[in-house]
């Protein structure tokens, strides 16, 4: 059981490039997310899915898009890199049976630079 | 609309002493709160929640405290020890929107 894993752990992209971050889980939990966090901030909720097929924004969508095609995978694709998306990248999944948030697992984070 | 954010963006204790970090929130309709614990270069880590139907819940060392009337949610850390020196975030859930919304975080710091 190897939680949230996400890849790659560290990228550097220049402007008006494109890229997905990976994120996977294998306990079968049906909500996964993705965060941005700036220096000093908190976390902000880019897109989310409470299951296979269906996908929303969070606060901050902008320029991110997703998928998930299956319960396991949830990538986040830039779609033109720009420097305000220099950020680290947390994925989250959540078992949203039991409603229990001590379900909620974090990856490691992606932290990703543009230049 | 709706927002979740903290008092204080840094707090320092006394090891021994027991902190007390703070949140505001202002959705009533949420249904539980989290807190989190980020150390550094690392992803949050769950530390306890509170269903919005109770007061007070407690862990290991730590208590959590919902005041629904003020709208005002605390984590009490028992004994501070230099592990807990981290990043404490709260979070709000609405699950009838699916979304976990996070405050913007206070530091702890811990002197010897």
């Known amino acids: 059981n190897a939680g949230v894993t996400q890849t790659p752990k560290f990228q550097v992209l220049k402007t008006g490039q494109s890229m997905t971050l990976q994120c996977a889980q294998d306990?079968?939990?049906?909500?996964m997310s993705w965060y941005r966090q700036d220096p000093g901030m908190g976390l902000r909720l880019i897109h989310y899915?409470?299951?296979?097929?269906?996908?929303d924004q969070g606060e901050v969508p902008n320029g991110y898009n997703v998928s998930r095609s299956t319960t396991e995978d949830f990538p986040l694709r830039l779609l033109s890199a720009a420097p305000s998306q220099t950020s680290v990248y947390f994925c989250?999944?959540?078992?949203?049976?039991?409603?229990?948030?001590?379900?909620?697992?974090f990856g490691p984070g992606t932290r990703l630079t543009v230049l | 609309g709706e927002s979740v954010g903290l008092h204080l963006p840094t707090l320092s204790v006394q090891e021994g002493d027991n902190s007390i970090i703070n949140c505001a929130y202002s959705?009533?309709?949420?249904?539980?709160f989290i807190w989190y614990k980020q150390e550094s270069g690392k992803g949050p880590q769950f530390i306890i929640d509170?269903?919005?139907?109770?007061d007070k819940r407690q862990g290991q060392r730590v208590t959590v405290l919902l005041n629904k009337t003020v709208k005002h949610l605390s984590l009490q850390i028992a004994a501070t020890q230099p592990g807990d020196s981290a990043v404490y975030f709260c979070?709000?859930?609405?699950?009838?929107?699916?979304?976990?919304?996070f405050g913007s975080g206070t530091r702890l710091s811990i002197r010897p």
């Open positions: 306990m079968n939990h049906e909500y």
């Open positions: 989250a999944s959540q078992s949203m049976r039991g409603s229990t948030a001590d379900t909620q697992y």
């Open positions: 899915s409470v299951g296979a097929g269906i996908t």
């Open positions: 959705n009533s309709a949420s249904d539980y």
């Open positions: 509170i269903r919005s139907n109770m």
């Open positions: 979070a709000e859930i609405y699950s009838s929107a699916s979304k976990i919304i």
